[in-house]
């Protein structure tokens, strides 16, 4: 059974930047593609950022950027000039190759003064 354990989550004041963790549990972990996900109180999750097999990354927003390290089974979100809006709990996901998806259980990034 994969696992996903997300870390790096903090508070930091408006401005300030954070990077996250995601480790896989997978010897196959090059092989799926895995995201950042977020969920603010109130309001539904949403795709923050993926990233695929061969590296190709897609984010939402240009202050955040997604990585991976094949050889380590992490992917990372480094989030910059963070906001109060950003608050919120991040999660890691993995969908491996027969489509089949796996969450992580969130870390809070908390933006405030």
């Known amino acids: 059974q994969v696992k996903l354990v997300e870390s790096g989550g903090a508070l930091v004041q408006p401005g300030g930047s954070l990077r996250l963790s995601c480790a896989a549990s997978s010897n196959i972990f090059a092989t799926y593609v895995m995201a950042w996900h977020r969920q603010a109180p109130g309001k539904q999750r949403e795709l923050v950022a993926f990233?695929?097999?061969?590296g190709a990354a897609h984010t939402v927003d240009a202050r955040f950027t997604i990585s991976r390290d094949n050889n380590k089974n992490l992917v990372y979100l480094q989030m910059n000039s963070l906001r109060p809006e950003d608050t919120a709990v991040y999660y890691c996901y993995a969908r491996n190759t027969s489509g089949d998806g796996l969450w992580g259980q969130g870390t809070q990034v908390t933006v405030s003064s």
């Open positions: 990233i695929s097999d061969n």
